[in-house]
């Protein structure tokens, strides 16, 4: 009904029907992933990933590979908190994609999972000076990066996860 309105609107309104909570919503947001929007899909694949919406995982999947790197990076995130066993394998490879935001998603999507495929993502986010070069990430979300590694790491790792985390820079 909002597909020729003005692109504002249309991600407001796919963060509010996630935000409702109701799984009525998923054959809208499903739509939304074929947006011309890379914005709005990417409120889409945030809502569908709120919604634990298991039926979007194979389109979810398919925009992993999307030219637009903020949609990969959403869809990475999406796919992580989707637990879809046949996005284990496009997790791993989103480590190595040429987006270094994308990786990190992948690298917190995988521990989500317990899988410590992503650890020297996570690694990296230990370094202060590494994490800083982002200019574009704002500095609050470069220090909630580098504390979800600290997390993320001393989970997968417990005791052993130590020697990593004495090393890290303030």
Not at 63 to 74: C, E, F, I, K, N
Request: proline share 4%; hydrophobic share 45%.
């Amino acid at each position: 009904e909002s597909a020729d309105s003005d692109p504002k609107t249309r991600r407001y309104l796919a963060l509010v029907l996630g935000l409702l909570g109701s799984n009525e919503a998923v054959p809208v947001l499903r739509h939304g992933l074929d947006d011309r929007d890379p914005e709005t899909v990417k409120n889409c694949l945030w809502s569908l990933g709120h919604l634990q919406a298991e039926s979007a995982a194979p389109r979810v999947i398919e925009l992993t590979r999307h030219d637009d790197a903020s949609v990969r990076l959403m869809a990475v995130y999406v796919l992580g908190s989707l637990h879809a066993p046949e996005g284990h394998a496009l997790l791993v490879a989103s480590l190595r994609d040429p987006d270094e935001l994308v990786q990190w998603n992948a690298a917190f999507a995988l521990a989500r999972q317990n899988d410590v495929a992503g650890r020297a993502v996570l690694e990296r986010l230990l370094d202060k000076a590494y994490v800083d070069k982002f200019a574009e990430v704002t500095v609050d979300n470069r220090s909630r990066y580098r504390v979800a590694a600290v997390e993320w790491l001393a989970k997968l790792d417990g005791p052993t996860a130590t020697k990593w985390l004495s090393g890290i820079s303030t």
